[in-house]
């Protein structure tokens, strides 16, 4: 049995498949420790997994503010010295870094202690922390295709990222069910990602009446503190009820995307990977102010692969027309389904567990007891 510690907080995107990658691990017979920051959308994501072992960390984002940016060199010193102290304390085997904040400390205090270390970047368009300390991980994970400058093509392994096991497809009707939603009526989900998305949140409320007439219910998915929660009710052409709840969080969102027969979202890739375990078509909507524009890089890859469509932010106004183009047209959401099942071939997570296993037991074997770089 070995020990690995997980760095994963911040986000959904990077908590999401550390929660993943910690019950693939304990499966196989491991300890793991997922490191968590303080936001809000951490605590609300970990209720769900009790038989896993959180510890909440410092640190904040980098930001360019003056104040913000001292704030943010304060705090990444502080986790630094917390994961060197805890690195000493559980002799973990092995560590694994999302991406993020919350991975930097733990990466620079896991090469100075010889500690066998991993990155994983899920955007098409490497993050800081990739990009900074890429170079001093034993092995760095990578989407198919992209490589990253002084990286060494010996330590990159290209994966996509690790899903949650409870993110299969459900049967439509079954899904709509467990919501309370109508199982006979078009549903358009709409998702702004775990930080919500204020610009989607206006546009479903902007569209409630002309979608309702249509006879599409809504489920609107719209970030902790990004709007006001319920139900709406309005009426189709012939009377008929149609429904729209909206949602700050949902800890069921295989349930919320089976449901669907088409979403809306942003293009984070924690959300296109469930998308895709789930088979749901999507129409995304790249936020413009992602670091680095990778949430476009992101969408403009998954159109390629044929499993959505694109919609830029400065687009809204024909947005509501796509969605009326795909969510009637059956031929073309059983097209993208079958894009999407192609694309989920691959099984990233076994791929990763197997992996990091191997690193683990080289780095024990060694009579350092520390992997050497180019492993």
Known sequence: MSKFIISAGGTGGHLSPGIALAEGL???GHETLLLISQKKVDARLIGKYP???????PGTGFAWHPWRLLRCAVSQLQAFFFCLRLLRETRADGIVGFGGFTSAPLIAAAWLLGVPSALHESNRVPGRAIRALGRLANRVYLPPGIRVRGIRAVATRHVGLPVRREFTRIAQAKARATLGLDPNQRLLVILGGSQGASALNEWARSQLESFAREGIQIYCVTGLGKGREGTLTAKTKSGETVQAVFTAFSDRMAEVLSAADLVVSRAGAGTLAELIRCETPVVLVPYPQAADDHQRANAEYFERQGGGVVVAQ?????????????IFNDWLLRRFRGNLQRMDRANSLELMLGDLEAIARAARSSPTGRQPLAA
Request: net charge positive.
């Open 26 to 28: 304990g499966a196989r």
């Open 314 to 326: 400065q687009r809204l106004g024909d947005l509501h027309r796509e969605v009326l183009d795909i």
């Open 51 to 57: 038989h896993l072992h959180f510890r909440r960390m």
